[in-house]
């Protein structure tokens, strides 16, 4: 039975990079960093000689978000998916002031070239930004 959800993983491929994006633009803080290795991690990867850094991150409310950077096994540096893309597609966070977040973002070095927009009811202010390895994120400004 579910209790609730424990952390969202993002593997990425420049550790600092993402943590000085994750921190210092959007406002986590580092919970925990570890390096991991053993033969637990190998058998619960199903791979050998894993060898990962991971952070745990958290928001204002104690969401975690886990950051992981393997050493031993490499893929690509960019996530290339899309919002229709089948699977996990982007992590929605709920920011105090849409406007506000895209100016820091774009400071920050992102390119934002959508404006936001309303939904239908009025209730939320939203845009999706793609930040560091490509992963879409979704920030949402409650409007009632």
Partial sequence: MISTIRHVGLVVSDLDKALQFWCEAMGFVISRQMEEVG?????????NDVRVTTAKLADPDGNLLELLCFASHLDKDQ???????TG????????SDVDEMCLRLRNFGLDIPRQPQYSPDGCV?????RGPEGILIELVELLE
């Fill in 39 to 47: 033969k637990h991690l190998d058998a619960m990867m199903g791979l």
């Fill in 79 to 85: 996530w290339i998916g899309q919002p229709y893309s």
């Fill in 88 to 95: 996990f597609t982007h992590i929605a966070l709920t920011v």
């Fill in 125 to 129: 202010k939203v845009i999706y930004v």
